[in-house]
């Protein structure tokens, strides 16, 4: 079945580094990528999607290219703040999962001031 | 932006008594959802709803698990009886249609089930 990996539990910057989440997916048709963010008490809020190879999606600063060679969307920023501080999920859709979200396991982001 | 609200934020129930956690979905939206987070956990996808049925729902949703949305008002989550391991983060979502490229999924903020 479908699923998405990501490999950083947790990641832990400072304001204005250059941050990388990565994101795996394993998929047998052409799934939508997309990318959520969570703060704190809150509910997870889309970033952005991509559902065709090559198509970049962005939102507030932060970046994804949807790669089918590499199956990848890794998320990028090139400088983040300390109001970045979050749990980042990367997640698709696709008919073999009905278009459900299948979610990945989260990175947790903290900023230091 | 669009809101879906949770009540409450909080439950302590003890294990073998039913809750039921409610939701106020986005007012014109006609899909309904909900997940299950375990702490430090990954979202995993419980039922979804539509037109007053079932659509689809996953292992997660045990016989005890039960949804409805009765002449539409909140959009609920019942479990009886509760189990220890129902503690959880449980999330309402809502969709204008069905999720897929082009729909987004919006989510309330949880409601925070702890069994005892």
């Known amino acids: 079945g479908d699923s998405v990996t990501q490999t950083e539990g947790q990641v832990a910057l400072s304001e204005e580094d250059f941050l990388t989440i990565h994101c795996n997916y394993s998929a047998s048709g052409y799934p939508t990528l997309f990318w959520y963010v969570q703060y704190p008490g809150e509910g997870p809020q889309l970033l952005f999607r991509?559902?065709?190879d090559k198509e970049k999606g962005s939102s507030r600063g932060f970046e994804a290219t949807y790669d089918k060679g590499t199956t990848s969307f890794h998320l990028r920023k090139a400088s983040v703040q300390e109001s970045d501080s979050a749990v980042y999920y990367c997640a698709l859709s696709d008919r073999d999962s009905n278009y459900q979200l299948i979610w990945g396991s989260g990175t947790k982001l903290i900023i230091k001031p | 932006g669009p809101k879906v609200l949770q009540i409450p934020s909080h439950q302590i129930i003890d294990m073998g008594q039913m809750v039921t956690l409610n939701c106020d979905p986005v007012?014109?939206?006609?899909?309904f959802y909900w997940y299950k987070q375990i702490l430090g956990q990954q979202m995993e996808f419980l039922v979804n709803f539509y037109n007053g049925k079932v659509m689809e729902k996953s292992k997660l949703f045990k016989d005890q698990f039960s949804v409805e949305r009765p002449d539409g008002s909140y959009f609920t989550l019942k479990i009886q009886p509760t189990a220890l391991e129902d503690s959880a983060v449980y999330f309402c979502?809502?969709?204008?249609?069905?999720?897929?490229?082009?729909?987004?999924?919006?989510f309330g903020k949880g409601t925070r089930l702890t069994v005892v």
């Open positions: 007012s014109n939206h006609l899909y």
């Open positions: 979502a809502s969709s204008p249609l069905k999720t897929g490229a082009n729909t987004e999924v919006f």
């Open positions: 991509a559902s065709r």
